[in-house]
């Protein structure tokens, strides 16, 4: 059994107590009339905005059948650059981007906001140390790179190129600068509607992980951090490194504990406990998306606690407690989605039974898909990155990535293999 879990860093925990000291209690005046949760409509945005056509291919490692696993190798080729080199200008380098500023830093590298010299776009450009990757790891990287290739969906990052060279990988992504949905809870930052922005948030992933499950792809990694805002303030997902192919039940498929600790469904987290063999599937990330709703309203995760072994015991032991001043609808969507038992929770028969509950009453599904609603916060574009993180953004762009953020060794995999290249990596979207 594999175990990754983001345990939550000592200025996060003491940022989240800072929310909960000055903010705990639910405020009636705030919550009292659903016309609070409606969206306000806008009519600049026009009815025929060009669609992607998302692809249909499951891109699980080992739990695609033959058949499709050969279609999705030659619908991969067809957007990569290593096919030939009479393609006009497919190869990019380093050389390629002007960087800008450090968007962050993280277990696996580095991402900087870059600029490509010839059409001067702007990107997010993640890369990723070579050196001491395991064959998971790896794995991880390339699930990642083909989520973003493949999947074509206005809720979801998108890749624009990737390679490699014999240090690092790098993948050239959508360039969100509204921030993370993190950076906007900050209890500095607490003046936009909360509520609105709430289902705002929620209903866009909703679609994007309606999206990847439709292809049979788990998500696992649903928290504030990995929740962008474009330059418009729509949503879109990121970081699928986590994800995983081939679960098309709510609750088999999956047998890792992974994921980030206090987003973590039950069975997800009691994996350890339960029967050898057991298996968690879809269904995961719905709690994941209770949470983060409940996280949005209320300033901190329903269970909290620094270590798995005490969020266990929350959980086993502290039934969910919501104040009888939520809004009904509110109360019984969190209920729902924040149930014990996959198979009882919301969304185990499918994504369109979360559409329509009572709580997206408001919402026209078409309509947000066209993004024809109104962001409830247009985000601050006057400083490149200024919706990011300073601690990294005030950092030299050409700094070392440091040990402290260097991925951490594997028990059950080694790292027995040539690392200069990784096959079927290289990207160019057309």
């Known amino acids: ?228 805002f474009d330059h418009e303030g729509y949503v879109k997902l990121a970081d699928f490194g986590l994800s995983k192919g081939g679960v098309f039940s709510p609750t088999q498929g999956a047998t890792s504990v992974c994921g980030s600790l206090h987003y973590l469904a039950p069975e997800v987290l009691m994996l350890p406990q339960r029967p050898s063999g057991s298996e968690y599937g879809f269904a995961a990330d719905y709690f994941g998306l209770g949470v983060l709703l409940y996280e949005m309203l209320f300033g901190l995760p329903p269970w909290f606690a620094p270590t798995r072994h005490e969020m266990v015991e929350q959980v086993k032991t502290r039934p969910l407690h919501l104040s009888s001043r939520i809004p009904p609808n509110i109360k019984d969507f969190l209920s729902q989605l924040l149930e014990m038992q996959p198979e009882q929770r919301l969304g185990s028969r499918g994504v369109l039974e979360i559409k329509s509950h009572p709580y997206f009453k408001d919402v026209s599904w078409e309509k947000l898909s066209k993004r024809q609603y109104a962001p409830c916060f247009v985000p601050d574009a006057q400083e490149m990155a200024c919706n990011f993180d300073t601690s990294y953004t005030r950092l030299p762009v050409d700094s070392s990535f440091h040990d402290e953020f260097a991925p951490p060794a594997s028990e059950d995999d080694g790292s027995d293999h040539d690392e200069s290249v990784i096959l079927d990596f290289e990207y160019h979207s057309q």
């Open 1 to 228: 059994m594999e175990f990754i879990l983001n345990i939550i860093s000592p200025s996060k925990k003491q940022e989240f107590m800072g929310q909960t000291s000055s903010n705990s209690e639910i405020r009636a005046q705030q919550h009292s009339r659903e016309d609070n949760f409606k969206y306000p409509q806008s009519p600049s945005k026009s009815d025929q905005l060009p669609r992607m056509q998302a692809n249909s291919l499951d891109i699980g490692n080992n739990l695609i059948a033959e058949g499709e696993r050969q279609h999705w190798r030659r619908e991969v080729r067809s957007h990569s650059n290593f096919e030939g080199s009479n393609a006009a200008r497919s190869q990019v380098c380093n050389d390629d981007f002007e960087r800008i500023k450090v968007l962050g830093l993280g277990s696996f590298g580095k991402v900087t906001l870059v600029r490509k010299k010839d059409s001067q776009n702007v990107y997010a450009l993640k890369e990723i140390k070579k050196g001491g990757l395991t064959a998971r790891m790896r794995a991880r990287i390339q699930m990642e790179r083909n989520v973003m290739a493949l999947h074509r969906n206005d809720f979801i990052v998108k890749l624009h190129y990737a390679y490699q060279d014999s240090e690092k990988v790098y993948m050239v992504m959508d360039y969100c600068g509204g921030g993370d949905l993190y950076f906007h809870l900050h209890p500095s930052r607490r003046g936009k509607n909360r509520s609105g922005l709430a289902k705002f948030v929620t209903s866009q992933v909703l679609l994007a992980i309606g999206h990847l499950h439709s292809h049979g792809i788990v998500y696992r990694d649903l928290k504030p951090e990995n929740v962008l």
